[in-house]
Antibody
C-alpha cells in the first residue's frame, strides 16, 4: 500500500532553515499526483505549505512569503521541504501528503506520520 | 483574503445526526471541490469525503457531504463515541493559487 515516510530534525535554531524529506513507497512518485506539505501548529488547525509535481512544477502558500521551497528527487522517490528564516511561529507538526487529484485540488488521500519540529535556540 | 469558516465546536449524543458547516467564497467553494478530513488526537488527518460528496473506500456511509454554492456541509448520522474528533474542510482557492483549510470543528459525543 502507499506509504509516506518522513524524516528530518526535530529541532531547528531561529533564523535557520528547516529541512524535511518524505519518501514515497507503494506508488510511483512519477504519476499524475502532486506531493504536498501541510503543517499544524500546536493546538491549532492545518496550514498548507506547498506542493510539487514530479517534473518540478511547484505551488506555494503566499502567506509564507517565499520562505518555502518544495523539491522532488525522482531517483530516490522522495520530495522535500526547506523553510528558511524560521522563527518560533514555525514550530509545528509537519506532514507530507499525496494529492491524488492534481495541482489545483485538496484531495490528500495519503499522509506521512508527521514530525514535530521545534524552533528554539 | 479568502477563508473557509467552520464553527469551532459541535456536539451530539450517540445515535444523533450532527452537521458541520464550511462557508467559503466564489474563488474556492464556488468553483472547486470541497474535501473533508477527520483528525483523531495525535494522528494525521484522514480523508473522509472528497469531491464534495464522495466517500473513500472504508469510510462508513454514516458520513456524507454536500455543497451548495459557496457553502458545504458534513453530516454524521448515527453518532458513535469514536466519531469524537476534529473535522476540517479544504478546497483549492483560485485567487490565492493555494489550498485553504477551514479552522476545524471539534466534534464532541456527549
Amino acid at each position: 500500500q502507499v506509504q509516506l515516510q518522513q524524516s528530518g530534525p526535530g529541532l531547528v535554531k531561529p533564523s535557520g532553515t528547516l529541512s524535511l524529506n518524505c519518501t514515497v513507497s507503494g506508488a510511483s512518485i512519477i504519476s499524475n499526483n502532486w506531493w504536498s506539505w501541510v503543517r499544524q501548529t500546536p493546538g491549532k488547525g492545518l496550514e498548507w505549505i506547498g506542493e510539487v509535481y514530479h517534473r518540478g512544477t511547484t505551488n506555494y502558500n503566499p502567506s509564507l512569503r517565499g520562505r518555502a521551497t518544495v523539491s522532488v528527487d525522482t531517483s530516490k522517490s522522495q520530495f522535500s521541504l526547506n523553510l528558511a528564516s524560521v522563527t518560533a511561529a514555525d514550530t509545528a507538526v509537519y506532514y507530507c501528503a499525496r494529492d491524488r487529484a492534481g495541482g489545483t485540488s485538496s484531495d490528500f488521500d495519503h499522509w506521512g506520520q508527521g514530525i514535530l519540529v521545534s524552533v528554539s535556540s | 483574503q479568502p477563508v473557509l469558516t467552520q464553527p469551532p465546536s459541535a456536539s451530539g449524543t450517540p445515535g444523533q445526526r450532527v452537521t458541520v458547516s464550511c462557508s467559503g467564497g466564489g474563488s474556492n467553494l464556488g468553483v472547486n471541490n470541497v474535501n473533508w478530513y477527520q483528525q483523531l488526537p495525535g494522528t494525521a488527518p484522514k480523508l473522509l469525503i472528497y469531491g464534495d460528496n464522495k466517500r473513500p473506500s472504508g469510510v462508513p456511509d454514516r458520513f456524507s457531504g454536500s455543497k451548495s454554492g459557496t457553502s458545504a456541509s458534513l453530516a454524521v448520522s448515527g453518532l458513535l463515541p469514536e466519531d469524537e474528533a476534529d473535522y476540517y474542510c479544504a478546497a483549492w482557492d483560485d485567487s490565492l493559487n493555494s489550498v485553504l483549510f477551514g479552522g476545524g470543528t471539534k466534534l464532541t459525543v456527549l
